[in-house]
């Protein structure tokens, strides 16, 4: 009998190459015509200070820190090629692994037995319970900023209209794109070299118990709620207060007048004693949003090493849009893409 799921991921990957492939030629022949990959679009800095970041991403951090020492699960299997890119992969969807299982301490789940020590039934529970918390923290966040600093539609990074919305989509559909033979060529070459047998507990306990239910929570997890949060609080709020930062740092050269109101009510600058032309891309709060976003990714496997790569591309996108819409359409199509070479790999060894 012909391996059909096996041969459903062979050409999808193919075609993904290929639109990855031809999306870059496009983007470099704009580059070489001395076109901007991205054209700028200014609007004042963010209002925020250094408490919206802190707030969320505390949690992470103190996730992070305390899923540290849960290190060293006896037995860890052998990885594959397949597999171990597959766990890398999935490690950048942002589902949780045993690094990020500190939050679920107060639920009474054991670190090191998150994935390896409960039912199937009552993970997939508590799947669907971190991503109710994850959706729940994202929209206290976006409270806070409109409550406690006065943020707009503007400072928040929404569109302004539907035809922008879906423009905004379209670019999020041609970052995926161009992003995708890039991120996955590293993690090919760095599980040749490394060989790591250090594995996602999420791909061993699915590899053990894919069923329909684990499934769909694991997809919402990576697909709808983690990029959600990521989005809102590396890009929004950390890369949007860094930029703040830079901006009130550096000199700064007024460009020519605009006619109109100084800044409307929607946080539009309309004069050039508010609106200063800066004379490079803000590198510096990309590069630091975009570290801490693969750092946000470790113990899973070396898929903290691309995601800078793609924190670094969602960094850039935000700097020259300001808007979070294509950001959170870039990381949506990059996990549901993960997602679909999971479930046909799952499909292909049944």
């Not at 942002?94 to 107060?106: D, I, K, R, V």
């Not at 930062?245 to 004069?271: L, S």
């Not at 976003?293 to 090493?305: D, E, R």
């Amino acid at each position: 009998m012909d391996n059909v799921p096996g041969d459903a991921m062979t050409y999808t990957v193919l075609a993904a190459v290929a639109v990855s492939l031809g999306t870059l030629f496009r983007l470099f022949q704009k580059h070489i015509d001395g076109q901007p990959l991205i054209p700028a679009e200014y609007r004042r800095v963010v209002p925020w200070n250094f408490l919206a970041p802190l707030v969320l991403l505390v949690p992470l951090l103190l996730a992070l820190s305390m899923g540290s020492g849960a290190a060293g699960i006896d037995g860890e299997p052998e990885v594959d090629l397949t597999i171990g890119v597959t766990t890398a992969a999935i490690g950048a969807t942002g589902l949780p692994g045993a690094s990020l299982y500190g939050g679920w301490l107060s639920a009474g789940i054991a670190v090191d037995e998150a994935f390896y020590g409960i039912d199937p039934a009552a993970l997939v529970q508590a799947m669907w319970g971190q991503s109710a918390m994850t959706l729940t923290l994202s929209a206290a966040c976006f409270a806070l900023l409109i409550l406690a600093f006065g943020a707009t539609r503007i400072d928040l990074g929404l569109p302004e209209s539907w035809p922008q919305f879906f423009a905004d989509v379209r670019l999020g559909a041609t970052m995926w794109a161009a992003s995708l033979v890039p991120i996955y060529a590293i993690m090919i070459v760095l599980n040749f070299t490394f060989e790591p047998t250090e594995g996602h507990p999420l791909v061993e306990r699915l590899l053990e118990h894919h069923s329909l239910g684990m499934m769909a929570a694991a997809a919402f997890t990576a697909i709808v709620a983690a990029p959600l949060y990521e989005e809102a609080a590396f890009r929004l709020v950390l890369q949007g207060w860094l930029e703040r930062v830079e901006y009130f740092a550096r000199r700064r050269t007024p460009i020519a007048e605009i006619e109109g109101d100084a800044v409307d009510d929607g946080g539009v600058v309309r004069r050039s004693e508010f609106l200063y032309a800066p004379a490079q891309t803000q590198w510096l709060p990309i590069a630091v949003s975009g570290t801490l976003f693969g750092i946000a990714h470790w113990g899973h496997g070396v898929s903290p090493v691309p995601l800078v790569l793609l924190g670094f591309i969602l960094g850039y996108a935000y700097q020259r849009t300001h808007r979070i819409v294509p950001c959170i359409t870039c990381h949506v199509m990059f996990n549901g893409f993960t997602f679909l070479m999971l479930a046909l790999q799952f499909a292909a060894e049944m």
